[in-house]
């Protein structure tokens, strides 16, 4: 089955805990983004990726890092939690760059940092 | 630059119609239609391309206005299962941002029996 999988699902975590939140498609596709979701601000896009080896910044890049080593695996690594980052946040995966291309997402992780 | 949706809410009975509407202050490429249901993932609804151009999809259907930078997205004889959030998605012209999928506050969709 195409699937966008994403772990964990729910995550309590400490400021300041180093996390890595895992994201993992397999349609081999090349484009691939991450976003959170917070109520009244929509989707905002964090980081996104055009292929291997390239990444580019979203909208609200700040306390996020990435790395795309593999075309399958996109992880979301917070080296510092904060409580604003307190969020939803969507995985997403796409044929290519296109502006044709439909984005799938994964089933979202729910991030709590206290 | 997030694009702006409006309403943010609306509340509709079983038959009823409804559009939203999504503009950007930036020269549009595309614009992607999702919804979402409460605690799932958005799905993908469609995408448009071109100035003028429409789509449809059952009762659901989106036109583009390239030149005002606007689409809409048109429920109409809704259903109960239309109920979600609906997201508009833009992409600026070609040389700008390539690839930066930004998405809109979200209009929240209720429809009763």
């Known amino acids: 089955e195409a699937q966008v999988t994403q772990n964990p699902r729910y995550l309590i975590t400490v400021t300041g805990k180093k996390l890595t939140v895992t994201c993992s498609q397999n349609?081999?596709?090349?484009?691939m983004s991450w976003y959170r979701q917070d109520p009244g601000l929509g989707l905002r896009q964090i980081y996104y990726?055009?292929?291997?080896?390239?990444?580019d910044k979203g909208d609200v890049p700040e306390g996020y890092k990435v790395s795309r080593k593999e075309k399958r695996n996109f992880p979301l690594i917070l080296e510092s939690p904060s409580p604003n980052q307190t969020s939803l946040y969507f995985c997403?995966?796409?044929?290519?760059?296109?502006?044709?291309?439909?984005?799938?997402f994964g089933q979202g992780t729910r991030l709590t940092v206290v | 630059q997030q694009p702006v949706q409006s309403p943010q809410a609306v509340i509709l009975r079983e038959g009823e119609d409804a559009v939203i509407n999504c503009s950007s202050s930036?020269?549009?490429?595309?614009v992607h239609w999702y919804r979402q249901k409460h605690g799932e993932a958005p799905v993908f609804l469609m995408i448009?391309?071109?100035?003028?151009e429409q789509k449809g999809h059952d009762k659901i259907s989106a036109s583009f206005n390239e030149k005002k930078q606007q689409s809409s997205l048109y429920l109409t004889a809704s259903q109960l299962s239309y109920s979600g959030t609906y997201f508009c998605?833009?992409?600026?012209?070609?040389?700008?941002?390539?690839?930066?999928?930004?998405f809109g506050q979200g209009t929240i969709l209720t429809v009763h029996p």
């Open positions: 997403a995966s796409s044929l290519s760059g296109d502006r044709v291309a439909e984005a799938f």
């Open positions: 349609m081999n596709h090349e484009y």
């Open positions: 990726s055009m292929n291997v080896e390239v990444t």
């Open positions: 930036k020269a549009l490429y595309s």
């Open positions: 448009l391309l071109k100035g003028g």
């Open positions: 998605g833009t992409l600026l012209r070609r040389g700008t941002s390539y690839g930066k999928l930004t």
